[in-house]
Nanobody
């Protein structure tokens, strides 16, 4: 089992940047693939990005490709989501999740979830 805690959310103007962090507890963190998901009010949760256990492979939703970058530092048990060129439609609660399997855009493959951090993009 791994426990996850997100941080770094906040209010930012359109075109701005934020970096989200997903800190994990547990000695086996480096064996988990990590995904970021988001959920806006009244909408279903959607996939944002995922990274393999080694960090060697990444996968992005089309809506964030070229603007968001996922990375990880296994020595610090942390995964990051760098978000640039933010748009109002990026406003949502952002969640990180862990799976012992291969990285995936399917939320049902992730058993461990954080509590979420709110990102609001508005002028």
């Amino acid at each position: 089992q791994v426990q996850l805690v997100e941080s770094g959310g906040g209010l930012v103007q359109p075109g701005g940047s934020l970096r989200l962090s997903c800190a994990a507890s547990g000695r086996t963190f480096s064996s988990y693939s990590i995904g970021w998901f988001r959920q806006a009010p009244g909408k279903e949760r959607e996939f944002v990005a995922a990274i393999s256990w080694s960090g060697g492979s990444t996968y992005y939703a089309d809506s964030v490709k070229g603007r968001f970058t996922i990375s990880r530092d296994n020595a610090k048990n942390t995964v990051y989501l760098q978000m640039n060129s933010l748009k109002p439609e990026d406003t949502a609660a952002y969640y990180c999740a862990a799976t012992p399997g291969s990285y995936s855009p399917n939320e049902y493959e992730y058993a461990n979830w954080g509590q979420g951090t709110q990102v609001t993009v508005s002028s």
